[in-house]
């Protein structure tokens, strides 16, 4: 098996406000050979509160083996860079901020690292959240018209307005944190309780038990706070983000990277529909559909032996290979 190596790195994101430094992670095979030094190098991207500490490591690693260079991050706000910007104290409770626009941002900064430091536009690859921050960057490159990434594969897509359709009275719920100050604190999940049901992120039943579960051992394993990073949301983080929705300029524009737009069956977060759609409306070239993974539900079956976790690393490979 191939041996890996760990970098840490810094690289600059320019948010709307300020330039800011954030840390990172890269990925690489500690031997390269002639053949995967052609390849492009990765840049993973996570949602919610997820990054290297998380998703990042895995991906990382498994792409790594297989010849690529992969760049990871936590967004700001969480774990490795919690201190950088979207936290508030407020006695002694830390409130975070989960900004799309920043995330996005900092998608952008983290392809302009690679770039300068490989040489050449990376691959993006996405998970859930990170899939609708990333959209984003991809979309405001192209409508810069400048030097667009090699290849794009988000993974478990959503709308973020969609998911709220898992709340148990979706309309409510948003009319009533509408109704809050933008520092108000709420709690992190939705789980369908009363005292959840002002929750930042909504959670179906099948879901919890693999957040706390297999998420929380991600992170603790990597000597970090035990996921999510955090123990409370702004009410901010909440009307920003379904507002958020690149999805709205994409259709018939143009300059957008080739996709492999990639979604588990069994998802019973964010819906399979969600990324048939966005295949759909994809104005590249994403192939004839999104690829949906038999016996795959949200990421549960993101672990190093699952048979599904390293059939989406080969198929990721592969269209890599053939397009980028």
Known sequence: MTDVTTKE????????????????????????????????????????TGGVTMYGQLFGRALAVRGYRVMTYDVAGFFSNKQVRNTLQAGDQVITHVILEDQKDEVL???????????????????????????GAVAE???????????WVPMSYTNIRKLQDLRADSAAADAAIRQLADDAAIPAFDTGTAATRLGYYPLDPDTQAYVDQQLGGYTEAGGADRWPGCSHVSAKSYKTYVAYDPEQS??????????????????????????????????????????????M????????????????????????RAHA
């Open 9 to 48: 790195i810094n690289f600059a994101v320019k948010y709307g406000d300020a330039t800011l430094n954030l840390k990172g992670t890269v990925f690489e095979p500690a031997d390269t050979d002639a053949a995967a030094r052609k390849l492009p190098p990765v840049v993973f991207n996570s949602g919610f």
């Open 109 to 135: 900064g983290a392809v302009q690292w690679a770039r300068d430091n490989f040489g050449e536009m990376p691959v993006v690859a996405s998970w859930a959240m990170g899939s609708v921050a990333s959209l």
């Open 141 to 151: 490159l192209a409508a810069k018209g400048g030097e667009q990434i090699r290849f």
């Open 250 to 295: 994409i259709e018939g524009a143009k300059g957008f990277p080739p996709a492999l737009i990639i979604h588990g069956a069994d998802n019973t977060l964010h819906m399979p529909a969600e990324s048939i759609r966005l295949h759909r409306h994809y104005p590249g070239d994403a192939g004839p559909g999104a690829l949906i993974l038999p016996n």
């Open 297 to 320: 539900q949200h990421g549960q079956q993101n672990q190093v032996d699952s048979p599904v976790f390293k059939s989406m690393i080969q198929s990721i490979d592969e269209a890599i």
